[in-house]
C-alpha cells in the first residue's frame, strides 16, 4: 500500500471467494439432486432383487416338479412354466445387475461431491482467514506510516528514532508475513 495514497486497496480476495462460492452452488445444486434420486433407485434395486427371488423359488419349485412328474401329459406345462421362469430370472438379474451399477456409480459422484465441498469449505476458510490477516497488515501498516510521521503529516519534527524503530518493525512484519506465507497460512 502506497503511505501518502489514502484510497484502499483493491480487495483481490472477492474475485476468488465469488468464484468458490459459484462451485460451491454448482455442486449444492448437483448434492440436491442426487440425494433425491439415491433413494429412488435404491427402492427400485430392492423391487427387483424381490422380484427375481421370487422367480429364483419359483423355477426350484417348478424344477422340483418337472423331476416328480417327468413324461406326464402335465410336464408341458411345467415346461412352459420353467422355461418362464428362467427368462423373467435373467430380466431381473440384468436389471438388478444394471441397478446396482448405477446405484454405485451415483454413490460414487455423491462421495466426490462432498469431498470437493469440504475441500472448497477448507479453502474458503483460508481465504477468509489471509483476507483478515492482508487488512490486519494493511491496517498496521498505515499506523506505522501515521507513527512515522509520513502519514499527511501527522507529525512536524519526525523523531528519527522512533522511525527506525519503525522501520525495524515493518521488516519484522515483513519476515513474520513472509513466514507464515512458506508455512502455508
Same mark, same amino acid.
Given at each position: ?6 484510497? #484502499? ?7 476468488? +471467494?465469488?468464484? @468458490? ?28 432383487? $424381490?422380484?427375481? $427371488? /421370487? ?23 411345467? /415346461?412352459? +412354466? ?6 423373467? /430370472? ?17 454413490? /460414487? ?10 475441500? +472448497?469449505?477448507?479453502? $474458503? ?14 491496517? @498496521? ?16 519534527? #519526525? ?6 524503530? +519503525? ?19
Amino acid at each position: 500500500m502506497d503511505p501518502h495514497n489514502k484510497a #484502499p486497496s483493491p480487495d483481490n480476495y472477492a474475485a476468488f +471467494l465469488a468464484r @468458490l462460492d459459484a462451485a460451491t452452488a454448482s455442486l449444492s445444486t448437483r448434492a440436491r439432486a442426487l440425494d433425491k434420486a439415491l433413494p429412488a433407485i435404491s427402492l427400485l434395486l430392492g423391487r427387483y432383487q $424381490r422380484a427375481l $427371488r /421370487g422367480w429364483e423359488r419359483r423355477l426350484v419349485r417348478v424344477n422340483e416338479e418337472l423331476a416328480r412328474h417327468s413324461g406326464e401329459p402335465q410336464t408341458s406345462a411345467l /415346461g412352459e +412354466l420353467q422355461r418362464t421362469a428362467v427368462q423373467m /430370472g435373467s430380466m431381473h438379474s440384468a436389471q438388478v445387475l444394471r441397478l446396482t451399477e448405477k446405484l454405485s456409480l451415483m454413490q /460414487g459422484r455423491r462421495d466426490a461431491i462432498s469431498r470437493s465441498l469440504l475441500e +472448497l469449505e477448507a479453502s $474458503r476458510a483460508k481465504l477468509d482467514v489471509s483476507r483478515r490477516l492482508s487488512k490486519d497488515r494493511e491496517n @498496521l501498516s498505515r499506523a506505522l506510516y501515521e507513527l512515522a510521521g509520513t502519514g499527511g503529516g501527522v507529525a512536524k519534527v #519526525p523523531d528519527l528514532g522512533l522511525r527506525n524503530d +519503525l522501520k525495524e518493525a515493518r521488516e519484522a512484519v515483513i519476515l513474520a508475513e513472509a513466514l507464515l506465507e512458506v508455512k502455508g497460512s
